[in-house]
């Protein structure tokens, strides 16, 4: 009846976090469906802190204290549903269980209803930051009712990444699947950064000429500055790594397939419910998916376009300077994108998410952090109802000193025909925002000429309908 805190599901990243909170100094009740695995990490890791192995469902809830907290690290989806209606009943009310998954937020908002009619606490948890996060420090996304937060949350900023100013990378997000909604967020960013980066990778090479080697240190200098990002970082780690076997660089021996598990698409599909443009994730999803299409790929080899043409080692070096200049301008894009969706969700579901709270912990532990989301927090802690980061003083002249150079890198792309569909459409998206006019007009005209969709004036209220067929005259709608 003694730990503070229970695991069960202990593959790689539940085993981590089991033993980030005994090495925290709690006492940790472990529990797997295959009870191999919990003694494996018991004996393992047993040294680490006070693990209390235990083998059925009952053991695991009779080992921890009240109310019992009671984290679960299985799959998202219905093995997630399963392991909650295995414990639900041996449960009480005032017992709280974290689901510390990436769970998709509407089933999180169905499990939280349906367990606060029996009285537990159903706190959906996004945790960022890989197996390595999970043992040293994550950043954590918690949501579920604020309740739940008063003794679960020192516990979480114990064992969460601390930013670089002390402060602990988790925070109550919101109510219900608030918090994995914005893991939810994260993840989208993360596809958006992951594809700009690789719109730079592959520029520095086929534009500039240079090889895999010497795009790793160019990275490493882009990460000393404003870049300064744990993607940036580790894509210079694996450019720089020689495959053993062919003594070829890694990054052209792998099949360039990109895989993904669905939070990305998820993203997208969500922003698209709530009508917010988040046009770079959708780009992300859409070229890995493109990526995957190996026959259509193969069908596709032969058709025309131009061949890259090399550049001067002088040349190479400045459009390096540039291309950073546009990774930097689509980044701040991404991330603007990503704050609206979380902002539109947030209003959706009355979960009133502070969004300067959610850089903020993004700073630390979490797979996207980088140096610039202090700044970011900086900005919404500044004016709570920034309409958009782009409205932020310090990041709209960022992107002025930017542009010129941005637009270069897409002029060159487009000619040498590099495919760049995250730089461009967070150029497109940009210059559609400080757009004076939109063609939005005439797609209001044309849906009023084929359907009597009515359209409104910029000089009167009301809706007015065009009479195309008849006399073209003007009739209110
Ligand atoms: C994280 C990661 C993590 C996972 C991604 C991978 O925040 O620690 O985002 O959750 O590695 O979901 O996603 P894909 O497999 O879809 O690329």
């Known amino acids: 009846n003694s730990a503070q805190i229970g695991v069960t599901g202990l593959a790689v990243m539940g085993r981590n976090l089991a033993r980030n909170f005994a090495r925290n100094g709690y006492a940790v009740a472990l529990h797997n469906r295959t009870a191999a695995r919990t003694h494996a990490l018991v004996e393992e890791f047993g040294s680490e802190g006070d693990f209390i192995a ?4 009952k053991e695991f809830v009779a080992a921890l204290e009240r109310p019992r907290r009671l984290v679960i690290m299985v799959k998202a ?14 449960l009480e009310p005032g017992d ?5 998954g990436n769970a998709h937020f509407a089933d999180t908002r169905r499990r939280e ?46 064992i969460s990444a601390k930013a670089e100013d002390g402060s602990p990378c988790v925070t109550h997000v919101g109510p219900d699947g608030a918090g994995h909604f914005v893991k939810m967020v994260h993840n989208g960013i993360e596809y958006a950064d992951m594809q700009l980066i690789g719109e730079a990778y592959q520029l520095l090479r086929d534009v500039a000429g240079y090889s895999p080697a010497q795009i790793a240190d160019i990275f490493r200098t882009w990460n000393t500055g404003r870049l300064d990002s ?3 970082e580790i894509t210079a780690e694996v450019l720089s790594h020689v ?8 990054v052209d021996v792998v099949q360039d397939q990109a895989e993904q598990k669905g939070t990305g698409r998820w993203t997208v599909q969500i922003a698209l419910d709530l009508g917010v443009p988040v046009s770079g994730i959708a780009e992300a999803v859409f070229a890995r998916s493109l990526s995957g299409h190996s026959a259509l790929r193969e069908a596709s080899r032969g058709l025309a376009g131009p061949s890259a043409t090399a550049l001067s080692e002088s040349e190479a070096s400045a459009f390096a300077d540039q291309v950073e200049q546009a990774l930097y301008a689509s980044k701040i894009v991404s991330y603007t994108q990503g704050f609206h969706e979380v902002s539109a969700g947030s209003a959706e579901y009355d979960w009133n998410i502070d969004l300067g709270a959610v850089a903020s912990i993004w700073r630390g532990g979490c797979i996207i952090r980088a140096a610039f989301l202090d700044r970011i927090r900086a900005a919404y802690d500044a004016r709570a109802d920034l309409p958009s980061l782009l409205s932020d003083d310090t990041f709209a002249q960022e992107i002025a000193a930017a542009q010129d150079d941005w637009r270069a890198v897409l ?18 998206y940009y210059d559609a925002l400080r757009a004076e006019r939109l063609p939005a007009a005439l797609t209001q005209g044309q849906r009023d000429f084929f359907g009597a969709h009515t ?7 009301g809706s007015f309908h065009t009479l195309w067929g008849g006399d073209r005259s003007e009739v209110s709608g």
Request: glycine share 14%; hydrophobic share 35%; net charge negative.
């Open 243 to 250: 495959d053993a076997a062919t003594g070829k660089p890694f």
């Open 230 to 232: 744990y993607l940036i």
């Open 54 to 57: 235990t083998e059925t469902a």
């Open 113 to 158: 209803r349906e367990l606060r009619e029996q009285g537990i606490h159903f706190v959906g948890a996004g945790i960022s930051g890989g197996e390595e996060g999970a043992l040293n420090g994550p950043s954590i996304m918690p949501g579920g009712p604020v309740e739940s937060y008063e003794s679960l949350g020192p516990m979480l900023e114990k």
């Open 96 to 100: 709280m269980i974290i689901d510390g």
């Open 455 to 461: 359209y409104r004036r910029t000089d009167r209220e």
């Open 77 to 90: 989806g219905e093995p997630t549903d399963a392991v909650i209606q295995e414990f639900a009943p041996l």
């Open 411 to 428: 002029v060159s792309a487009v000619q040498q025909g590099v495919p760049t569909p995250g730089f461009a459409a967070a150029l497109a």
